[in-house]
Structures are given as structure tokens and as C-alpha cells.
């Protein structure tokens, strides 16, 4: 049985992941970390990863930067390898999460869906191809009313998906109101829609000469990314220490 350490266990994703582990045969949560214990999860909840003293096999983070650091420390003092799903860190933060690696096993990914991950691998191998064939490249990515950022992360990380298979000479450009010019062959149009309840969809479409190719991911329901953390979760349980990402996943399972 995989032992889980629920951290940012009453958040909303928090609430997620905790029912998903219930309908699960191989794991269960031993304990949650949350600053504000008001709900009966079925196992104890402390309010900070310091007063934590249960033992486990893997940590599954849903929280907040803000407790990035406190529980890096407790990760690598206890050797409890860590599934990391909290965005918005800081470089500083991510420097440490890859210094973390060294010590224990990390996995952390922008988007946790196994879709998206998925899909980052198709499109360097599509890029590799239609980019030198002239192809122009967009992203457009949507969201509901109440996200506060843009371009979203899983945008960015598709970009620099593309990026990276094709030696990291595209620029992004974000606007296009602010100048009357044409199109530069090397770049990646990133465009950010905001409306509704809409979970998160995302279109990648290469341009070309008389054809388009348009790849598509749509997320109906936050519980896609929930699933993810907890494929991760049985993945990272026992690894030898090292920064995974969600790409080792794909590949244990294929």
C-alpha cells in the first residue's frame, strides 16, 4: 500500500485528489496538511508540514508557493519523495526544487493532465517537421473569467515544448495591437481567451500553405489533472532521488 501525504489537502484540488485515493486499491492518505482543518477527511490534518510526524511514501502538493519551501525542507530531511503541482514559483523556487532533486525524488509539471503531457512530446515531433516546411505556429488558449494569469502556464510549457525541438530560436509574441508589421517566420503567436466556467482548453495550430494542422486539448473537469498527480504518485513511490518530470510517467506506462 502507498502511503500519501495530502499537502493543500482542503483546497479545492486538495478535496480532488482525496477522493480519487479512496476509489483506489494500491493507496491511501495517512495525513493531510492544511492551515485550516474544517472538514472530516477520514485521516488526521496538521496544519503545517513541521507538525507532521506520519509516515509515508510519497507527498502530493496542491498548495501554495508560499509553502513551497517548508515543505521542500521537510521532503528532503525525511527522504519522502514529492509530487509537485503547485504553479506560480518563483525562480528562486524552482532552483530549489531542482536542488531538491538531487537528494530525493521530485517530480513537478506545469499541467499534471496526462493529455497535455502527452501532447508536449507529439508537437516536437511535428514541429520538427512543419516548422523547416514553413508552417506558422499559434497558440490560443482559454480559460475561465477568474484566472488571473496570461498567458496559463500549460500555453508557455507547449510553447517551449516547440522551442526546445527546434534549437530554441522562435520568439513568443504576446500582442499584436501595438505594431503594423508582418508576421516573423520565427516566432510563436500566444494568444489568451478569458470567459465563463471554461476549465481549460487549449489549440495549437500550424499554419501553412493551403493546410492547416490544428492540435487540440480540452479539459472538461479539474479531476484530469487530480488523476495525473496520483499516476505520478504511484510512479515517484520508491524512486531513487532525482527531478522526474510527467514525460517518465507517460513512458513507465507505454
Sequence with gaps: MIRVIMHGCNGHMGQVVTGLIKEETDMEIVAGIDPVDCRDNGYPVYASVGDCDVEADVVIDFASAGAMDALLAF????RIPMVLCTTGLSAEQLRAVEEAGKKVAVLRSAN???????????????AGVLAPAGFDIEIVEKH???KVDAPSGTA????DSINESLDNVYEYKFDRSQTREKRDRK?????AVRGGTIVGDHDVIFA????????????YSRA???????????????RPAGYYQMSDVIDAQS
Aim: net charge positive; hydrophobic share 50%; glycine share 12%.
Design 144 to 146: 475561465h473569467n477568474r
Design 112 to 126: 499534471m493532465s496526462l493529455g497535455v503531457n502527452l501532447l508536449l512530446k507529439l508537437l516536437k515531433e511535428a
Design 156 to 159: 508557455l510549457a507547449l510553447a
Design 75 to 78: 521532503g528532503v530531511e525525511r
Design 224 to 238: 484530469i489533472f487530480g488523476k495525473g498527480a496520483v499516476s505520478a504518485a504511484r510512479f515517484l513511490a520508491g
Design 187 to 191: 516566432e510563436i503567436g500566444i494568444s
Design 208 to 219: 501553412g500553405t493551403d493546410e492547416v494542422i490544428t492540435f487540440s486539448h480540452t479539459a
